[in-house]
Antibody, heavy 117, light 108 residues
């Protein structure tokens, strides 16, 4: 069955970077886009970007341009999100999700990233 | 990026009520519009894509309509399992994707 398994919770200090990974299994990795979405406690969903694992092409939300990097490793069917220069506003649950072309229907379990001094 | 505005932000309703949530896009998105349901502590669940296509397994009391910049999600008869937060999302191919701010459906 389709699975998106994310890396574990992280605690980071302000100014640091964090890398969250998403291991895909149960389907053809290069046939589905992977999206990253985050959600701060009690807040709404915030789309961060997507990657086409086949072509390697990436689209980022304007808000995160220059501070976020999405990469993929086709040999391990893994997509990673790296976010730099963290502030307390980046404390959130980060989700990966897969989609053929349209909106994602399959989501990872979420990774809590806490930014605190 | 295209801005998505949902209304209302909170909606109080009773079981059996007909509920309508509106989503407005700042720019034309054709019918590239999805609706999600989210419950506390859970990942979002995709209900509708292409503005009106119901995902497999989603109850028929949910429906979506609209095109261009104005969209609606309707629940024809609210059930206890429907109390949740609903989000619209535009996925215009040539623009970064964006969510609306969410509509919380509460028990009246």
């Amino acid at each position: 069955q389709v699975q998106l398994v994310q890396s574990g919770a992280e605690v980071k200090k302000p100014g640091a970077s964090v890398k969250v990974s998403c291991l895909a299994s149960g389907y053809s990795f290069t046939s589905y886009y992977i999206h990253w979405v985050r959600q701060a406690a009690g807040q709404g969903l915030e789309w961060m970007g997507l990657i086409n694992p086949s072509a390697g092409s990436i689209t980022y939300a304007q808000k995160f341009q220059g501070r976020v990097t999405i990469t993929r490793d086709t040999s391990t069917s893994t997509v990673s999100l790296e976010l730099n220069t963290l502030t307390s506003d980046d404390t959130a649950v980060y989700y990966c999700a897969r989609a053929p072309v349209g909106p994602p229907a399959d989501w990872g379990q979420g990774t809590l990233v806490t930014v605190s001094s | 990026d295209i801005q998505m505005t949902q209304s209302p932000s909170t909606l109080s309703a009773s079981v059996g009520d007909r509920v309508t949530i509106t989503c407005r896009a700042s720019h034309y998105v054709n019918n590239w519009l999805a609706w999600y349901q989210q419950k506390p502590g859970k990942a979002p669940k995709l209900l509708i894509d292409k503005a009106s296509n119901l995902e497999s397994g989603v109850p028929s009391r949910f429906s979506g309509s609209g095109s261009g910049t104005e969209f609606t999600l309707t629940i024809s008869s609210l059930q206890p399992d429907d109390f949740a937060t609903y989000y619209c999302q535009q996925y215009n191919t040539f623009s970064p994707w964006t969510f609306g701010q969410g509509t919380k459906v509460e028990i009246k």
